[in-house]
């Protein structure tokens, strides 16, 4: 069906910046739109940034200004750009795709295996 694959995580310094990749993979037409979220250890997940096909985004207020999300669609891939990381951002971070076009018909909320980012202090 679809798949998605996260990765550009790893082991950051505080001040650090790390580059995340969502590739959605599998018999696809099309996705309306990449979400990011992110889930740190004994806490609920959260949303950090969406965009969607047309280029329209939406930022967590903890984030914004520090993170820069984007979507390549032809690539059916996106991205997530975190700077000026803290370690209050360690956590496992999901991309999430609320609809995918596909050969076989509509598929609706896709989720990657995480990816996990750690910042040191």
């Known amino acids: 069906q679809v798949q998605l694959v996260e990765s550009g995580g790893g082991l950051v310094q505080a001040g650090g910046s790390l580059r995340l990749s969502c590739a959605a993979s599998?018999?696809?037409?099309?996705?309306?739109?990449i979400d990011w979220y992110r889930q740190a250890p004994g806490k609920q997940r959260e949303l950090v940034a969406q965009?969607?096909?047309?280029?329209?985004?939406n930022y967590a207020d903890s984030m914004k200004g520090r993170v820069t999300i984007s979507i390549d669609i032809s690539k059916k891939t996106g991205y997530l750009q975190m700077n000026s990381l803290k370690p209050e951002d360690t956590a496992v971070y999901f991309c999430?795709?609320?609809?995918?076009?596909?050969?076989?018909?509509?598929?609706?909320?896709?989720w990657g295996q995480g990816t996990q980012v750690t910042v040191s202090s």
């Open positions: 965009i969607n096909s047309g280029g329209s985004t």
């Open positions: 999430h795709v609320p609809l995918t076009a596909t050969q076989r018909g509509i598929v609706y909320d896709t």
């Open positions: 599998g018999r696809i037409f099309s996705i309306n739109a």
